[in-house]
């Protein structure tokens, strides 16, 4: 991949990514007309476990000397429930200052270039207001990852980017917040694999950038265990001076030296201890129950599309004083040589670009090879992605620019196949894996007419003078438990009902009375709502509800009692149709704060509908009153239960008609009430 300049309303001279044959020409004539410069940038994440900002922090961004900007990723700025429904401003602005405050000699010389926020990450550039690097061109965007519940994912996991021009160099900043857990390895390359198919506003990907520096609480771990070390002895190994004996343990290097993340990229040694998990406000290793092993989660790493494009690093380190988290800051001091180009004799040289690459024409005519023409991922289950990868390589004697080509009312791919390419550019002889995952999510399981069907598309991967490569994709889906209709939910199976003492008659689909029943008996005064949803929790939950139509899902190994609970919620927003029918919606909202005129609405809603409603009001009854944390979760569940379509609908009326509900069951609004 080669330098990528760009140029904005110009009609005539050379404008980069016109033609590929010309660019080639262009790139190896490049000193002709541009120029180096270095310029010094501080990179920092910090994972705030929600901790409220001092008004500055002292060690953390330290440098010898001024820097021309300041990159800052946070990570868990945010951690109240009500944060992931509706965002607050007031801690982000908080932590911008206390950012610029911590920023020595900060005072006159510093102002914010911009600012991305997802939930509880939040990415920061800070330019030096007399710095000679010309900043430019800023675009943003964000990718949310984390565990879908309601109609969008949560966003608890994802990216926050930012895309800038430095004098002519496109520089791209990217904080990440992955997959928890020491067993989410594969959740944790796939979020890495979804957050780099990005599209900024500007229609750029994230590899057309010069630069790349990816930064934040990446939650790679360390494979302890399986090398015969315990909790005990990573933690005595961590604490000495022989720190660094660890690294060869760390997953994230591991899974990069696989060619599964961060292909290409480098960061630099690590002579830090591990930077998680603290006890807040301490150099010592987690003493809660849980007992976290110490890991490098806080990770900086860098990407160049060319040699000829370098990056040095000054130094990289953790920041031990600060022990405001239950993580340590890392911070990276990186010089990037960026390039300034000069127009004029660019527009020079383009008329003879344009004759030497008509010369060279019939030599650079694109030709790449393909390690499988026809890809079927077998059998696939409910939001359990199934991943295979494609070899592409030049075979030909000039680069080849590519891309996968959008048909009309379809796009690139059907919605449940993502593809990510990593460079849309291969200089000769050079390869790279396309990466192709399935996930069936409630909406194509929605889609599914019959109980099994056959996933088809058509990838067409374009190349730039010259042909296109078709390569049909498949797998098989079977509906089971998730994604169905609650009547379809018992009528397939005679063993996913089963009716209550209390009303016989009225029988509720098993997965839900498993689920309820699981976490009653593991204690819903133990639900922490702060905790994360294992990726694999989940999947061990599913299969078990697919497959052995259990009763009691305590007893799986491995599994906590928010895995059940998030996988409730989950199943319930899975329904293909509400639980509050539609022709019933607008009823329900105006009668929002008469539990009795609610409950004579139930009365009205098909018998399974009626059964589950009142089986999870019991159930957010008891959960409410046992665990006071759980008041803010009606109003997630009141969103899953109604399903608004109209995403500018305010939650209240929703929220308040459950909470009717919840608060007089239908015995009592219906018999009782005046």
Not at 130 to 149: H, K, L, N
Not at 361 to 385: A, H, W
Not at 445 to 465: A, Q, T
Not at 551 to 558: M, W
């Amino acid at each position: 991949v080669e330098m990528t300049f760009y140029a904005t309303n110009r009609k005539v001279g050379y404008i980069r990514g016109r033609d590929a044959f010309v660019d080639e020409i262009m790139n190896d004539w490049r000193e002709k007309y541009s120029k180096i410069e270095s310029a010094k940038v501080v990179v920092s994440t910090f994972n705030v476990n929600g901790r409220i900002p001092p008004n500055q922090i002292d060690d953390w961004l330290n440098s010898e000397s001024d820097a021309d900007v300041y990159v800052i990723g946070l990570q868990e700025m945010d951690l109240s429930v009500g944060t992931y429904i509706m965002e607050n401003g007031v801690k982000e602005k908080q932590w911008i200052s206390s950012i610029l405050a911590s920023i020595p000699n900060h005072k006159g010389k510093y102002r914010v270039i911009t600012s991305v926020r997802l939930v509880g990450m939040l990415l920061v550039v800070v330019g030096h207001t007399e710095s000679t690097i010309r900043i430019s061109d800023v675009s943003t965007t964000i990718v949310a990852t984390g565990v879908q519940v309601l109609m969008n994912k949560l966003g608890n996991k994802g990216g926050v980017c930012a895309s800038l021009l430095m004098n002519n160099t496109r520089v791209a900043f990217v904080n990440t917040h992955l997959a928890a857990g020491d067993e989410s390895v594969t959740r944790r390359n796939e979020d890495f694999r979804e957050i780099s198919q990005m599209i900024f506003p500007n229609g750029l990907s994230l590899f057309d950038h010069d630069i790349i520096i990816w930064l934040g609480d990446l939650n790679y771990r360390i494979n302890s265990q399986v090398n015969g070390l315990s909790n005990s002895d990573v933690r005595r190994i961590a604490s000495s001076s022989e720190m660094t004996r660890l690294v060869k343990f760390d997953q994230l290097r591991e899974q990069q030296s696989f060619g599964k993340i961060f292909v290409g990229f480098k960061e630099g040694p690590i002579s830090f201890p591990p930077t998680y998990k603290y006890d807040i406000g301490t150099h010592i290793w987690d003493t809660s129950e849980k007992a976290r092993s110490p890991a490098w989660c806080d990770r900086i790493l860098w990407w160049s599309g060319d040699e000829d494009t370098k990056i040095s690093l000054n130094s990289y380190t953790s920041i031990p004083s600060v022990t405001l988290s239950d993580h340590k800051p890392v911070r990276a001091e990186l010089n990037l040589e960026v390039r300034t180009i000069n127009q004029r004799v660019a527009d020079s040289l383009y008329e003879e670009a344009i004759r030497e690459a008509d010369k060279r024409t019939n030599d650079l005519l694109p030709q790449i090879s393909l390690s499988c023409q026809e890809v079927d991922l077998g059998e696939v289950y409910f939001m359990k992605r199934a991943t295979l990868s494609i070899r592409v390589k030049n075979e030909g004697k000039a680069g080849v620019r590519l891309k996968l080509k959008e048909r009309p009312g379809v796009g690139i791919s059907a919605e449940w196949l993502n593809v990510f390419l990593p460079h849309s550019h291969l200089v000769v002889g050079q390869q790279m894996d396309m990466l192709l995952s399935i996930t069936v999510d409630k909406r194509t399981s929605w889609l599914l007419e019959d109980k099994s069907e056959v996933l088809s598309d058509i990838l067409v991967l374009s190349l730039e003078k010259g042909r296109d490569h078709f390569i049909p994709v498949s797998a098989t889906y079977t509906h089971r438990v998730f994604g169905m209709s609650l009547s379809h939910m018992g009528g397939a199976k005679e063993d996913l009902l089963i009716s209550l003492d209390d009303t016989p008659s009225l029988p509720v689909a098993l997965p839900f009375y498993s689920l309820v029943s699981s976490i009653r008996k593991m204690g819903v005064a133990n639900l922490s709502f702060g905790d994360f949803n294992d990726q694999d929790d989940f999947d061990r939950i599913r299969e078990s509800l697919e497959k052995e139509s259990p009763t009691d899902l305590s007893v799986l190994p491995r599994v906590n009692i928010f895995s059940l609970y998030s996988t409730l919620l989950r199943l319930m927003d899975s329904l293909k149709e509400p639980l509050i029918p539609p022709s019933h919606r607008s009823d329900w909202l105006l009668f929002c704060q008469d539990a009795s005129r609610l409950w004579g609405l139930v009365n009205q809603f098909p018998l399974e509908n009626q059964q589950l409603i009142i089986f999870i009001t019991d159930f957010l009854r008891e959960l409410v009153h046992i665990n006071p944390s759980a008041r803010d979760q009606v109003r997630v569940w009141a969103d899953v239960i109604v399903r608004e379509t109209s995403t500018s609908a305010p939650s209240t009326p929703r929220e308040t008609a459950l909470r009717s509900i919840v608060e007089y069951s239908r015995d009592t609004a219906l018999f009782h009430l005046p």
